[in-house]
Nanobody
């Protein structure tokens, strides 16, 4: 499975972005897709996950109400809509895929495949 993330950029605080992650290769109809982010000097942290078949989602507390994860099964694509961006959201955002249907999928070790990351920079 190959993952290609895109959609990052430089935005002002309060702005919005939509990140995309396209899966190709030997994809699977079930499992979990996740978004993580890593700011300079910090560890990679969980942002959100979605069950590929059921569509159930989970968010870390700091993004609830501002971020929305969704998927388009026909396009093998997962989206992360980011609204009300804050400077502390600045990070490289990574998408990840697991063949297993995790309830939360908060831990990076749960995922077998990773995209290359897309930079999100929020100016104050």
């Amino acid at each position: 499975v190959q993952l290609q993330a895109s959609g990052g950029g430089l935005v002002q605080a309060g702005g919005s972005l939509r990140l995309s992650c396209v899966a190709s290769g030997r994809t699977f109809s079930s499992g979990t897709m996740g978004w993580f982010r890593q700011a300079p000097g910090k560890e990679r942290e969980f942002v959100s996950s979605i069950n590929w078949s059921a569509g159930s989602s989970y968010y870390t507390d700091s993004v609830k109400g501002r971020f929305t994860i969704s998927r388009d099964n026909a396009k093998n694509t997962v989206y992360l809509q980011i609204n009300s961006l804050k400077p502390e959201d600045t990070a490289v955002y990574y998408c990840a895929a697991s063949r297993y249907a995790w309830i939360r999928g908060e831990t990076p070790d749960l995922y077998e495949h990773w995209g290359q990351g897309t930079q999100v920079t929020v100016s104050s």
